[in-house]
């Protein structure tokens, strides 16, 4: 069992920054793909990007490539995204997830087994 603590989330005006945080218990998070998720509003929850295991590779939806950044310190139990060059569409609840038994990388969420309880984002026109 994982529980995933996610933090950094907040108000930012486009065009800014903001790194959100993703805590995990247990000692087997380096065995785990990491992903994160956001909702929007009135919107179904959509795939923004995964990391594998020894965070060595990354994944991200067209829409956030060359802007957000994912990393993980697997000593720290920690994964990070990096958000850069925000806009208003990027306003959502974000989520981190965790795959167990994942060897590549996906957005299919159905294959995550554990998730946070996620953190808001709101940037501002």
């Known amino acids: 069992q994982v529980q995933l603590v996610e933090s950094g989330g907040g108000l930012v005006q486009a065009g800014g920054s903001l790194r959100l945080s993703c805590a995990a218990s247990g000692r087997t998070f380096s065995s785990y793909v990491m992903g994160w998720f956001r909702q929007a509003p009135g919107k179904e929850r959509e795939f923004v990007g995964a990391i594998n295991r020894s965070g060595s590779s990354t994944y991200y939806t067209d829409s956030v490539k060359g802007r957000f950044t994912i990393s993980r310190d697997n000593a720290k139990n920690t994964v990070y995204l990096q958000m850069n060059s925000l806009k208003p569409e990027d306003t959502a609840v974000y989520y981190c997830?965790?795959?167990?038994?994942?060897?590549?990388?996906?957005?299919?969420?159905?294959?995550?087994?554990?998730w946070g309880q996620g953190t808001q984002v709101t940037v501002s026109s």
């Open positions: 997830a965790a795959a167990a038994k994942l060897f590549l990388l996906t957005r299919d969420e159905g294959l995550y087994d554990y």
